[in-house]
Each structure stands twice: as C-alpha cells, then as structure tokens.
C-alpha cells in the first residue's frame, strides 16, 4: 500500500520567504509526527499530532515555525521568514497510534539561500 | 544533552558474518526502543523494536537486545549482506508520555564487503 507521501521532495529559497512542506500520512493513521534532520545527525522532533490537534509542539524551536492538520490527515509545516540555518531535511511519520512504530515519508530538503 | 548516543560513526563487515550496532541512553523514562535503517535520499525505514520489559527480539536476521541496568542496547544482524550496508539509526520513546516522541542517536553507517 501507499506509504507516507511528502511534497515537494526539494524545495530552495531565499532568505526571509515563507515555504509550507506537506506531509500525506498512510490511511487510518491517527498519529502524525514532524522531525528535522540535520547533516550528520539523527532526526530531531518537532511536534505530534493525535488527530486534528497538536498534542505536543515542544519540539518547534521558535514561533516562526507552525503545523496543522485541519482534517486529520494531511498535515503542513509552515515556516516564516526563513533563515539560512532553517536548511535541513524535513521528515514526516506516521503510525496507527501512539504506541506503534513510526513509518516515515523520504522528506523534504530544504534549501535557504 | 545527547539522551541517544551511537558512538561508533561506522561499521565495515564482511558479507556472511555478525553486524553488531551499539547504542546508550541516559534517560530512565525511555520504555521502547526501536532500530531503523536508511539509504541516501529516503527516509529511515522501521526495522525492529524493543519493549523495556523485554530484553530481547528476534526478527529473521535482525536481533535487539536491550540492557536496562547498563542503559545499553545492540542490534545483531547475522548474517551481514551487501545490500544491508545504510545508515542505522537507534531511537528511544517514553510511551507513557504524551505522543511516543522519537529521540534519535547520531546513527552508525554499515557497510557490507561482498
């Protein structure tokens, strides 16, 4: 079946743009997951989503940085006034619920000029 | 404050014999471990997992192995194939917290010699 579907897979701006990342969860799942990766690192969390609401947005490191999922299905990262220290690999995940394992989208590279 | 370390950056075997992958973590609040693998240009991709109350899970090659009391956990893969040369990734979660949040090592890159 369909996996975890990201788009667009590159994305490149400039400095100071805004750029909105989606993330199409496999179907049924309730629990989404947002995470940054960083060149020679792990995958960092950003926020969870159960449903529609953000159960957890600890992981979001400024408020330039926001998610939604109006419907519960489709989520979408948004990101304000980019800095050039926002590039990295945006990864997506979902899972049937909170207690299973996570299957992850190929992500999002993202660019700052 | 790394709470998921991988201290080897990597790993050369040879085709046919045991892949060991070694990882620590310091937080006592992790209850679920889980091992995944990941090529170039794809996201990580779920291999096999770990509950605490369990100190062992088998799943065809792949093998975890958790040590509670050393805070320590190995994946054994036997035997080794070329193909299984990626980036692997230990990651650790509190499910009884809110949202099974991942925290992610730094990840050991293997690499198989046919």
């Known amino acids: 079946g369909a996996g975890v579907s990201q788009t667009p897979s590159n994305k490149v701006t400039e400095k100071g743009k805004y750029v909105e990342l989606r993330c199409d969860p496999i179907?049924?799942?309730?629990?989404l997951y947002w995470y940054r990766q960083s060149l020679g690192q792990g995958p960092e969390f950003l926020i969870y989503?159960?449903?529609?609401?953000?159960?957890?947005d600890s992981g979001l490191p400024n408020d330039r940085f926001f998610a939604v999922r109006p419907e519960g299905s489709v989520s979408t990262l948004k990101i304000q006034r980019t800095e050039r220290g926002d590039s990295a690999v945006y990864l997506c995940?979902?899972?049937?619920?909170?207690?299973?394992?996570?299957?992850f989208g190929d992500g999002t590279r993202l660019s700052i000029l | 404050d790394q709470q998921v370390k991988q201290n080897s950056p990597s790993l050369s075997v040879q085709e046919g014999r045991i892949s060991i992958l070694n990882c620590d973590y310091t937080?006592?609040?992790?209850?679920?471990f889980l091992w995944y693998k990941k090529y170039p240009a794809e996201g990580p991709t779920f291999l096999i997992s770990?509950?605490?109350?369990?100190d062992k899970n088998e799943d065809g090659r792949f093998t975890v192995f958790l040590n509670k009391s050393a805070k320590h956990l190995s994946l054994h893969i036997v035997p080794s194939q070329p193909g299984d040369s990626a980036v692997y990734f230990c990651?650790?979660?509190?499910?009884?917290?809110?949202?099974?949040?991942?925290?992610f090592g730094e990840g050991t890159q293997l690499t198989v010699n046919p």
């Open positions: 995940a979902s899972s049937p619920d909170r207690v299973q394992p996570q299957h």
């Open positions: 179907s049924g799942h309730t629990a």
């Open positions: 989503f159960q449903g529609t609401g953000a159960a957890d």
């Open positions: 937080n006592s609040m992790f209850d679920y």
């Open positions: 770990i509950s605490s109350i369990k």
């Open positions: 990651a650790a979660s509190a499910r009884g917290a809110s949202g099974s949040r991942l925290t």
